[in-house]
């Protein structure tokens, strides 16, 4: 069973930094794309950031400069460096990834649970 999970949320102020991780477990075989998205009440859900397995990256314009999006894939985990935060940025952050638990079948994806961002005063 696969499983992602998101930690590193919290309350900032801001042009405060975060960092957020998102640590995928289970029977995997390897992971093609994580992405992170956000969404803020009576929002929609949005794309902020993802990273592919060769560490090809891509940012929703209004975090590009500010975020950061990593790997670690000897760990499989992804990193969201969060910095000059705004309010805007407040949200639930989730992880999505792409990645297959047997060499024999195609890609799958997968969510975790989200972790909460408020940047406030």
């Known amino acids: 069973q696969v499983q992602l999970v998101e930690s590193g949320g919290g309350l900032v102020q801001p042009g405060g930094s975060l960092r957020l991780s998102c640590a995928a477990s289970?029977?995997?075989?390897?992971?093609?794309?994580i992405t992170w998205y956000r969404q803020a009440p009576g929002n929609q859900r949005e794309l902020v950031a993802s990273?592919?397995?060769?560490?090809?990256?891509t940012y929703a314009g209004s975090v590009k400069g500010r975020f950061t999006i990593s790997r670690d894939n000897a760990k499989n985990t992804v990193y969201l460096q969060m910095n000059s935060l705004k309010p805007d940025d407040t949200a639930v952050y989730y992880c999505?990834?792409?990645?297959?638990?047997?060499?024999?079948?195609?890609?799958?994806?997968?969510w975790g649970q989200g972790t909460q961002v408020t940047v406030s005063s």
């Open positions: 999505h990834a792409v990645l297959s638990t047997d060499w024999r079948r195609g890609p799958y994806p997968y």
């Open positions: 289970g029977n995997i075989s390897s992971i093609n794309l």
């Open positions: 990273i592919t397995s060769g560490r090809s990256t």
